[in-house]
């Protein structure tokens, strides 16, 4: 059971990682978006609103892979027992 469990979380880490590298990416586009363009062309609060969402959801996001990732170290070692 260790063995399909850790499996199953390992690849919902690849999936998660993949989630979090293209957020990513949408974060640097819209902070170099809102770099590019002073206050007065254009950067509005709703920019600025939706990177802090999106920062918000890259911490939350990397918090779930980092425990996962310990639950499947925590599983595997307890299989190997």
């Not at 690849?11 to 990513?24: G, K, L, T």
């Not at 770099?35 to 890259?58: C, H, I, K, Q």
């Amino acid at each position: 059971m260790s063995d399909f469990a850790a499996c199953f979380i390992a690849r919902q880490v690849a999936s998660d990682e993949e989630i979090f590298a293209r957020d990513a990416r949408y974060a640097a586009d819209l902070l170099n978006s809102i770099a590019s363009n002073p206050v007065v062309d254009g950067v509005t609060a709703g920019d600025l609103a939706r990177l802090s969402a999106r920062v918000t959801e890259l911490i939350r996001l990397s918090a779930k892979i980092g425990a996962m990732r310990e639950t499947a170290l925590t599983l595997t070692a307890e299989g190997a027992r």
